[in-house]
T-cell receptor
Framework: DTGVSQNPRHKITKRGQNVTFRCDPI?????LYWYRQTLGQGPEFLTY????????KSRLLSDRFSAERPKGSFSTLEIQRTEQGDSAMYLC??????????????FGPGTRLTVL | AQSVTQLDSQVPVFEEAPVELRCNYS??????LFWYVQYPNQGLQLLLK??????LVKGINGFEAEFNKSQTSFHLRKPSVHISDTAEYFC???????????FGQGTRLTINP
């Protein structure tokens, strides 16, 4: 168990450019989540996957955002035509996804995006 | 919809003093409650969780929290803090059948020697 990893850790881009982030969950975790955290705020839910199926998307996830988990393992989050308001820490989490009342989510270190 | 309010954005305390970080939530259905800690440059780590049963929950690093349904609160406490407890603490809720966590704004705990 090497934990959830995210790449890159930092990304600086110019307004209007596209960016893509990658998340590698804990192996054998079926669920994968994306959150966004802006300065001074708690994380906000963006979307989650059960294996390769995207089961829930927040209204925060505008048309410029797309997330995929093609083989039910790693996931990518792409932001097209970035805006300065997209500057934030993007957090990925994974959970086992088995039975039980609630599923503990394990978080990665995040990717900090700065849009100039 | 659920929401979480952390009443203090910053809490400074002296080392070895007790601390309480406050969390209130609102929900029309039963919730599960969590406290996460975020150390500088690290990911969120689960401190403790309340699912059901005893309202006093013990977590890692000597922290505990008490679920109070009538006051819709889930305050985090530690009887004696250490310098290493300096971090950001987040309270979160989820509801049965839903997977997403709804977080509060966070409380920055600063320990002074």
């Amino acid at each position: 168990d090497t934990g959830v990893s995210q790449n890159p850790r930092h990304k600086i881009t110019k307004r209007g450019q596209n960016v893509t982030f990658r998340c590698d969950p804990i192996s054998e975790h079926n669920r994968l989540y994306w959150y966004r955290q802006t300065l001074g705020q708690g994380p906000e839910f963006l979307t989650y996957f059960q294996n390769e199926a995207q089961l829930e998307k927040s209204r925060l996830l505008s048309d410029r955002f797309s997330a995929e988990r093609p083989k039910g393992s790693f996931s990518t989050l792409e932001i097209q035509r970035t805006e300065q308001g997209d500057s934030a820490m993007y957090l990925c989490a994974s959970s086992r996804g088995g039975g039980g009342a609630v599923d503990e989510q394990f978080f990665g270190p995040g990717t900090r995006l700065t849009v100039l | 919809a659920q929401s979480v309010t952390q009443l203090d954005s910053q809490v400074p305390v002296f080392e070895e003093a007790p601390v309480e970080l406050r969390c209130n939530y609102s929900s029309s259905v039963s919730v599960y409650l969590f406290w996460y800690v975020q150390y500088p440059n690290q990911g969120l780590q689960l401190l403790l969780k309340y699912l059901s049963g005893s309202t006093l929950v013990k977590g890692i690093n000597g922290f505990e929290a008490e679920f109070n349904k009538s006051q819709t609160s889930f305050h985090l406490r530690k009887p004696s803090v250490h310098i290493s407890d300096t971090a950001e603490y987040f309270c979160a809720v989820s509801v049965q059948g839903a997977q997403k966590l709804v977080f509060g704004q966070g409380t920055r705990l600063t320990i002074n020697p």
